[in-house]
């Protein structure tokens, strides 16, 4: 059973466009949404993260919704660029648990020129 | 500072064989973790750790030990690997959520095969 969802799997976007990756959870414990970024042959990489006591996070191009009541959270790209190509993993944390992370299952991202 | 070192970066073993992956990390984190990650799956939690001589099991840890004898390194091992232990294997490290803004640091990986 996956606790984060994520979707799409994989997504095309334009040199200029908006990426939007969506991601929903369950477990109401969780109270940290953290964002990885992953490109090939690399380890994931913390790209920004939320606390659910905010609805918008936002640094530089890269900016997070949060809807608590929804139990769902969003990361939107924005003036996509090539070097932005990478899979970006969702993800949920509770303190509670020693700070164990559950990712979503990942979105492909292509930026093509 | 490395950060968190893999080490192989690539195996290959066959059905039954046994193995061990080393993590290491210098930044003098408290939390170490393994993952396996298979497309469409995510990062899936296989054991973590939250400090030296301390070890706990994840999301997926059957198949798999680990140890934690030195607060820098982080040992996984594979006693007899099956082919579905193919994957690759990411160790992580952070401090816990209370002194940081929380971050899990990741190693390269080590892409494992089992034929």
């Known amino acids: 059973q996956q606790q984060v969802k994520q979707s799409p799997q994989s997504l095309i976007v334009q040199k200029g466009g908006i990426s939007i990756i969506n991601c929903a959870y369950e477990?109401?414990?969780?109270?940290?949404f953290p964002w990885y970024q992953q490109f090939p042959g690399k380890g994931p990489a913390l790209l920004i993260a939320?606390?659910?006591?905010?609805s918008e996070k936002k640094e530089g191009r890269f900016t997070i919704s949060f809807n608590k009541s929804a139990k769902q959270f969003s990361l939107h790209i924005m003036d996509s660029q090539p070097g932005d190509s990478a899979t970006y993993f969702c993800?949920?944390?509770?303190?509670?648990?020693?700070?164990?992370?559950?990712f979503g299952p990942g979105t492909s991202l292509s930026v093509i020129p | 500072n490395a950060g968190v070192t893999q080490t192989p970066k690539f195996r290959v073993l066959k059905t039954g064989q046994s193995m061990t992956l080393l993590c290491a990390q210098d930044?003098?984190?408290?939390?170490m973790y393994w993952y396996r990650q298979d497309p469409g799956m995510g990062l899936r939690l296989i054991h973590y750790?939250?400090?030296?001589?301390?070890?706990a099991k994840g999301e997926v840890p059957d198949g798999y030990n680990v140890s934690r004898l030195k607060k820098q390194n982080f040992l996984l091992g594979l006693e007899s690997a099956a082919p579905s232990q193919t994957s690759v294997y990411f160790c992580?490290?952070?401090?816990?959520?209370?002194?940081?803004?929380?971050?899990?640091?990741f190693g390269p990986g080590t892409r494992l095969t089992v034929t």
């Open positions: 992580a490290s952070s401090l816990p959520r209370g002194k940081s803004t929380y971050e899990q640091y």
């Open positions: 477990n109401t414990a969780f109270d940290y």
């Open positions: 939320i606390r659910p006591d905010v």
């Open positions: 993800a949920a944390s509770m303190k509670t648990s020693y700070d164990k992370v559950i």
């Open positions: 930044m003098n984190h408290e939390y």
């Open positions: 750790s939250v400090g030296e001589g301390t070890t």
